[in-house]
């Protein structure tokens, strides 16, 4: 298992009740969680607890969130384990796969929070023909 992000650690605070849509679209079988953070990102410790507990909320079991700590070089570019492979230039990103193939990506600052924005991406009633 990878190091795990401590960013990712549930926000206890964060009230399941007010998003039972977002733990529904989070809860589907199938989907995994490829997260990439870091520790000492303020963006990150900014976003990622509610995101943790948004997870915790929809059960969604370990194994399917895979954690991705990222380091800083001192000319902003970053390091890490999948970096390269997926093209992460800002964190938090949250790369979401079903069988292997991204359906969905949070990239660093969003008007909604991380959950609310991939939930919205993937509730049942937002999927849209491919064009």
């Not at 733990?23 to 997260?35: D, H, I, R």
């Not at 976003?47 to 070089?73: C, M, N, S, T, W």
């Not at 964190?91 to 929070?113: L, M, Q, S, Y």
Request: contains cysteine; hydrophobic residues 40%; proline residues 8%.
């Amino acid at each position: 298992m990878s190091h795990r992000l401590e960013t990712m650690r549930p926000n206890p605070a964060w009230d399941a009740a007010s998003y039972p849509e977002v733990v529904e679209a989070l809860s589907q079988e199938g989907l995994v969680f490829k997260v990439w953070g870091g520790d000492w990102c303020k963006d990150c410790r900014a976003q990622l607890p509610d995101f943790g507990a948004a997870l915790d909320a929809a059960a969604v079991p370990d194994e399917r969130i895979e954690h991705y700590p990222v380091e800083k070089h001192d000319d902003g570019s970053k390091a890490g384990p999948g970096v390269d492979e997926y093209g992460i230039e800002f964190i938090p990103t949250v790369v979401v796969e079903r069988d292997g193939t991204e359906i969905v990506r949070f990239v660093e600052e969003a008007e909604v929070p991380v959950a609310v924005f991939l939930a919205e991406r993937l509730a049942p009633d937002a999927v849209e023909a491919d064009d």
